[in-house]
């Protein structure tokens, strides 16, 4: 049915842009109408790989907790088991989305953008019986530098829950920086 109305809507908004000349205030008022049925139309329809939005998660080395592998979820379902020393990215469809690790107080609430980066780093907390993951928002230049520099690994495949959203493969920052030297 909402196929239906954004085919119709669509539609009547090209029939009057292409068929009648409207007053500049006619077309102005509708423009709105046209973006929204563009919009209904991209969100009805899945992302190409162009439009999704990249989540980098990672977690530093550490001695401490390294037996532990907590979770990671987006929207509640798990995406993959993060290891120690290792990383790796979400490839997501634009929109809201709630990510959070094993610690259910903790999270972020993200509205992610096509062709967008954002990077989220797995901590380790202490609890009563075992350690538990939090997930905290790093800014860009941060993330890229502690990637880089903490020589961190892709996660091990065995690890990835959903393999359709999950990527594992190598990242590199900088390295076209490096080459234009």
Known sequence: MKLLFTCVLTFGSLAGFGFAQQPSTSSQSSAPQAESATTAATTTQPATQAEKAKVYFYRYKQYAGSALSPSVYCDEAELAR???????????????????????????????????????RVELVAG????????????????????????????DADKVTDKEKVSIEQVTFGEEEKASK
């Not at 009563?128 to 996660?155: D, T």
């Open 128 to 155: 009563f019986m075992k350690g538990h993951g939090r997930l905290v928002a790093v800014v860009p230049e941060q993330a890229r530098f502690e990637l880089k520099a903490k020589n961190l690994k892709p996660l």
């Open 82 to 120: 993060m290891e120690n020393g290792r990383y790796f990215t979400a490839k997501l469809a634009p929109g809201k989305h709630t990510f959070r690790s094993n610690d259910k107080q903790s999270g972020a609430e993200v509205d992610l953008k096509p062709g967008q980066e954002y990077f989220l």
